[in-house]
């Protein structure tokens, strides 16, 4: 939904060092474990419950949750 591929890198908006990969448009890979964004903000945040995971990822510095907007709306970066 957001224009990314496999292979793009993804990161932790909470710490950048936390790189994930794209596997398809549901999946990201964390250190050899294939899980979703939400499972992989959940972990990383330590919160016991869901959370809306591209809140928590960024993608050449813009917010999952903003560029998915961005792109709906047909505004240019």
């Known amino acids: 939904m957001v224009g990314l591929k496999p292979g793009d890198k993804v990161a932790f908006a909470r710490d950048s060092s936390k790189q994930t990969t794209v596997v398809d448009d549901r999946r990201v890979e964390y250190e050899g474990v294939t899980t979703s ?25 813009e917010l999952l949750t903003d560029r ?7 505004a240019e970066r």
């Open 37 to 61: 964004l939400s499972s992989l903000a959940e972990r990383l945040i330590g919160l016991g419950h869901a959370l809306q995971g591209p809140l928590y990822f960024t993608y050449e510095g």
């Open 68 to 74: 998915r907007e961005r792109m709906e709306s047909g």
